[in-house]
Nanobody, 116 residues
Framework: VQLQASGGGLVQAGGSLRLSCAAS????????MAWYRQAPGKQRELVAS???????NYAGAVKGRFTITRDSAKNTVYLQMNSLKPEDTAVYYC???????????WGQGTQVTVSS
């Protein structure tokens, strides 16, 4: 599985961004996907995840502001980020977990910077 993330950028507090992660391969529809983020000096943390069936899970800090979705026809997972805060500033990584081989895959990361 190869993951290509895009959509990061600089936005003012209160603004919105949508991240996209395009996945290669034919198993996307059966693969749980997630977004993680890593701020400078901090550990990488889970932001949101979505199962193959569409069930979602969010970190408390983003619940109600971020929405993760997937489009199996496009092999793409999205992260809609609204009401952004300066503390959301981080590099965001797309993640896939291949169930048949129990293998983790990571995208290259996309920078999100929220100015106050």
């Amino acid at each position: 599985v190869q993951l290509q993330a895009s959509g990061g950028g600089l936005v003012q507090a209160g603004g919105s961004l949508r991240l996209s992660c395009a996945a290669s391969g034919t198993i996307f529809s059966r693969t749980p996907m997630a977004w993680y983020r890593q701020a400078p000096g901090k550990q990488r943390e889970l932001v949101a995840s979505i199962t193959s069936g569409g069930s979602t899970n969010y970190a408390g800090a983003v619940k109600g502001r971020f929405t993760i979705t997937r489009d199996s026809a496009k092999n793409t997972v999205y992260l809609q980020m609204n009401s952004l805060k300066p503390e959301d500033t981080a590099v965001y990584y797309c993640h896939a977990f291949r169930l048949d081989t129990l293998t983790n895959f990571w995208g290259q990361g996309t920078q999100v910077t929220v100015s106050s």
